[in-house]
């Protein structure tokens, strides 16, 4: 899963190693050079100091190929794996002016991603007895959208749509704007047609006669119940009776999350995933 993610977008991953590699060391790393000569090399550790769903070790191992002829990476934990605290990760080996200034591009790359990924599988498992899905969101860091989205995958969840780009999600916004959902979704099939489009349509609904007016056009891929409770989501259901997939968003959290996966609806969406998570605590020693 983790290597499928870096396949599909790894001219993006790409650009975002190159972006947080001159962001933070810019020109010249002035401290680390200060201190060491090109030929003092050294073994360094990567320690995870809490328990978690270790992610990132993909991006670690890209970040540090731009050095590969300097540093030897060895991993001694797998990609999406639960580790205790104070586990040994991986270990860097090379010239120690090079290693320490990636030191905390990568150390701020597996403590997000592995925050997101912990987080990720907790919810997971909470509704493992059900088929609903969880998915993330566009709400996420600046920047560091295709990492948190990685994360995601790695722990279990689904990605919803990249960006504006990949599919089209007709929104309260869109709706209020054009006065209906059928004048939207009858502007919106003259797009797809003109442009000979083939990405999904997803609707937001806000109550049942939403519902009933997308009902109209059956070419819609998901219908998407905003901020409904768990009745509403119920009578939602069984309006839609299994003639389009469902998404129930909106205010969803570990304690009402069960509750709703358990109505039957799809897909769940959590803005929390990438927006609300805990970082994980990690660190670099030398050996």
């Known amino acids: 899963m983790s290597s499928d993610f870096y396949k599909k977008y790894n001219l993006e991953i790409g650009r975002f190693i190159d972006n947080a590699i001159d962001e933070d060391i810019g020109g010249i790393d002035h401290s680390n ?7 003092s090399n050294a073994t360094f550790g990567i320690y995870c100091n809490e328990s978690c769903v270790i992610a990132g070790l993909l991006l670690t191992k890209k970040i540090i190929e ?4 300097f540093i030897k990476l060895k991993l001694l934990v797998t990609e999406g794996s639960t580790i205790n605290a104070n586990k040994k990760i991986l270990t860097l080996n090379g010239p120690i002016h090079v290693i320490l200034s990636i030191e905390r591009i990568i150390l701020n790359c597996l403590q997000r991603m592995s925050g997101i990924a912990t987080f990720t599988r907790f919810l997971s498992k909470k509704i493992s007895h059900t088929s609903c899905k969880i998915l993330d969101t566009r709400k996420t860091t600046p ?3 295709y990492p948190e989205k990685w994360a995601v995958l790695i722990g279990g969840g689904y990605n919803h749509r ?3 780009f990949d599919s089209i999600m007709i929104k309260d916004t869109h709706i209020d704007s054009c006065g209906s959902i059928s004048k939207v979704l009858e502007k919106t099939k003259k797009y797809i047609i003109s442009k000979n489009l083939k990405i ?4 937001e609904t806000r109550n049942i006669n939403e519902i ?3 009902l109209k056009f059956d070419w819609i891929d ?11 989501i119920q009578n939602a259901l069984k309006l839609i009776n299994n003639k389009i997939k469902t998404e129930a968003s909106g205010n969803i959290s570990s304690k009402n999350i069960v509750e709703i996966a358990e109505t039957g609806v799809d897909y769940i969406s959590v803005g929390a995933l990438t927006h609300s998570y805990k970082s994980i605590d990690f660190s670099m020693k030398v050996i």
């Open 162 to 164: 990249m960006g504006l």
């Open 212 to 214: 009933k007016e997308c």
């Open 33 to 39: 050079m200060s201190l060491y000569k090109l030929n």
């Open 222 to 232: 998901r219908i998407l119940l905003d901020n409904m409770n768990v009745n509403q």
């Open 200 to 203: 999904p349509v997803i609707v």
């Open 143 to 145: 920047n560091f959208r």
């Open 66 to 69: 731009r050095h590969k002829d």
